[in-house]
């Protein structure tokens, strides 16, 4: 009967012809880019505002000529922290499907 090692080392022992690549040899950016438009929703600059019962996607009486795709930017920054319990610029940090369920879950999507 054949005995076989399954250790951990056994098995890096087998495999030792890896090659290794340094991390000062890889290329890597920490750096992660942003769309301007979220860039722009941060300053709230030129942009009107309605409340939140007009931005909706259930909404009786909705707001003209919006994003419909990004109805958030056109909260007020109060409404916004009432309505997210976190500010724009948290919001936007969060990865775009978490995003997308926040506003899923406040009809804004």
């Given at each position: 009967?054949?005995?076989?090692?399954?250790?951990?080392?056994?098995?890096?022992?087998?495999?030792?012809?890896?090659?290794?690549?340094?991390?000062?040899?890889?290329?890597?950016?920490?750096?992660?880019?942003?769309?301007?438009?979220?860039?722009?929703?941060?300053?709230?600059?030129?942009?009107?505002?309605?409340?939140?019962?007009?931005?909706?996607?259930?909404?009786?009486?909705?707001?003209?000529d919006?994003?419909v795709?990004?109805r958030?930017?056109?909260l007020?920054?109060?409404?916004f922290?009432?309505?997210?319990?976190?500010?724009?610029?948290?919001?936007?940090?969060?990865?775009?499907?978490?995003q997308?369920?926040?506003?899923?879950?406040?009809?804004?999507?």
């Amino acid at each position: 009967m054949l005995s076989v090692n399954t250790s951990p080392t056994a098995k890096f022992e087998s495999n030792s012809r890896v090659n290794v690549i340094p991390m000062s040899s890889r290329r890597y950016s920490p750096t992660i880019k942003e769309d301007s438009k979220e860039n722009e929703a941060d300053t709230d600059e030129g942009l009107t505002f309605y409340p939140y019962d007009r931005l909706t996607t259930s909404s009786t009486d909705p707001a003209p000529d919006i994003d419909v795709t990004r109805r958030e930017i056109y909260l007020s920054k109060s409404e916004f922290r009432e309505r997210f319990n976190m500010t724009k610029e948290a919001f936007y940090k969060m990865p775009k499907w978490r995003q997308n369920k926040m506003k899923t879950s406040l009809k804004l999507f």
